[in-house]
């Protein structure tokens, strides 16, 4: 009965556009938003529901008792948020857009939210939404009459795509490369590709699977899926030539050209997939011009051109892959090259291999290394330039920064390297360049 009421009460606020944003964190609440208030570790959510209101919460659902006409209590809250996002879903118009991979998963999303919200009404993940928490309340946040929702899937550990992919209902779904990382959680990497492949395998019939023909991965999921494959890359039905510009091909004929002077190539492969989405759906390829001069985001090789050095601040995250794209980039830049490059996690017992490799393919490559964390010391053995290490951020001082250079912050969540980015944005004030 609780239950019953309690959905009835959420479907006629979002038919009528009066209730927005789900959230669990009361500090986001803006006003028609919902707050979700429920148990945590450390802290309980019902604290907070006095607050949220005060914010201007349109609804509050509590595991507690709350005496106010806003506050909706539901005993099992964490059970039936799971079930609120599976039954909202009856009533949408819009269609489910699924994405997964270890890397580029945040970049892609935007790339394709921007591409899609141009023409069409779109929901899009809020921040990090991207768990087992994070899907659901990005499925109620969403409009019914929207026309496209974008979910990012995580997977922390196995089975959790498939936990997932049984909670929303997906109309189309790809998978960006899977590579060895963030394995705490795994016995091995095929047991990484096996959760990230349900991102297909769980796909009805009726849905949409865009495959990258260039991924190891690739035979694999054409063979486990249900859904009707859209193979995009080499000799699929789209493909991405990168030449003066990069060029979309459709059966052999150039559909549409990008230039790729603002862009750095380790988009190429975000921009092939929003390619691929674009033609999954039928709705051509003029949008993709908005992403010639794509900005990025903080902390995903965000460009800063500053008075004294260029700064590219890629401090959100890590993998060997990603390690040497930023790399490269590097190395096209006209300046002393400087890498600064914090440790790597969730690597396993294969830390210091990947590390090593790391300092071996930045020789050449870049003038200095520095070296932040326990095993980025295994870089800096390798790397033959000009080179310091210091075992955490807080070591880093900013004059190791001198006038001309070009600067990469790299390196993996737990490092928060981020702290270095804002010591040299305060050092070289400045504004970012498109």
């Known amino acids: ?41 450390q802290v309980d959510g019902c604290l907070y529901i006095q607050s949220a209101l005060a914010q201007g919460a349109k609804l509050v659902l509590s595991h507690q008792p709350f005496d106010h006409p806003d506050v909706v209590y539901l005993p099992n809250l964490a059970d039936d948020l799971i079930s609120l996002a599976k039954d909202i879903q009856k009533y949408r118009r819009y269609q489910t857009i699924a994405l997964t991979g270890s890397v ?4 892609t999303r935007h790339m394709l939210y921007q591409v899609l919200s141009a023409n069409f009404r779109v ?10 928490m994070g899907v659901p309340l990005t499925i109620l946040s969403a409009n019914l009459n929207d026309d496209f929702l974008i979910l990012e899937m995580g997977a922390a550990k196995p089975g959790d795509i498939k936990y997932l992919m049984n909670i929303a209902t997906v109309d189309l779904s790809f998978c960006l490369p899977v590579l060895p990382v963030h394995l705490a959680n795994y016995n091995n990497f095929e047991q990484l590709v096996d959760t990230k492949s349900d991102i297909y395998r769980i796909l009805s019939k009726q849905a949409l699977a865009v495959i990258d023909l260039d991924q190891p991965q690739a035979g694999l999921w054409q063979s486990l899926t249900m859904a009707r494959v859209v193979a995009i890359g080499s000799g699929g039905e789209i493909e991405l030539h990168v030449n003066d510009a990069l060029y979309i091909v459709r059966q052999g004929q150039v559909v549409m050209s990008i230039d790729k002077q ?14 691929g989405v674009m033609h999954a759906l039928g709705i051509g390829f003029d949008g993709l011009k908005l992403l010639e001069k794509y900005q990025g985001l903080p902390g995903r090789l965000y460009h800063y051109l500053l008075k004294e050095i260029t700064l590219f601040d890629d401090s959100y995250n890590a993998s060997v892959t990603s390690v040497k794209a930023a790399i490269d980039l590097l190395a096209r830049q006209p300046k002393r ?40 010391f295994f870089a800096h053995e390798a790397f033959c330039g000009v080179k310091k290490h210091i075992s955490e951020t807080a070591l880093f001082q900013d004059d190791w920064i001198k006038a001309g250079s070009a600067v ?11 702290r270095i980015v804002q010591l040299l944005l305060s050092k070289f004030s400045g504004e970012y360049v498109s």
């Open 1 to 41: 009965m609780l239950y019953a009421q309690a959905f009835s009460r959420i479907l006629t606020l979002k038919q009528r556009l009066q209730l927005k944003n789900f959230h669990i964190d009361s500090r986001l609440i803006q006003a028609g938003d919902c707050f979700v208030a429920l148990p945590g570790k």
């Open 104 to 107: 580029g998963k945040t970049t």
């Open 408 to 418: 990469v912050v790299k390196g993996s969540r737990f490092m928060k390297m981020e």
């Open 337 to 376: 090259k400087i890498l600064v490059f914090g440790s790597m996690g969730e690597l396993g017992e294969s830390s210091a291999r990947y590390h090593q490799e790391i300092g071996e393919y930045a020789n050449g490559r870049v003038d200095e290394l520095i070296a932040v964390g326990h095993d980025a």
């Open 123 to 132: 929901t899009m993940a809020y921040g990090n939404y991207n768990n087992e």
């Open 262 to 275: 603002h862009l750095p190539s380790h988009l190429y492969l975000n921009i092939k997939m929003v390619a």
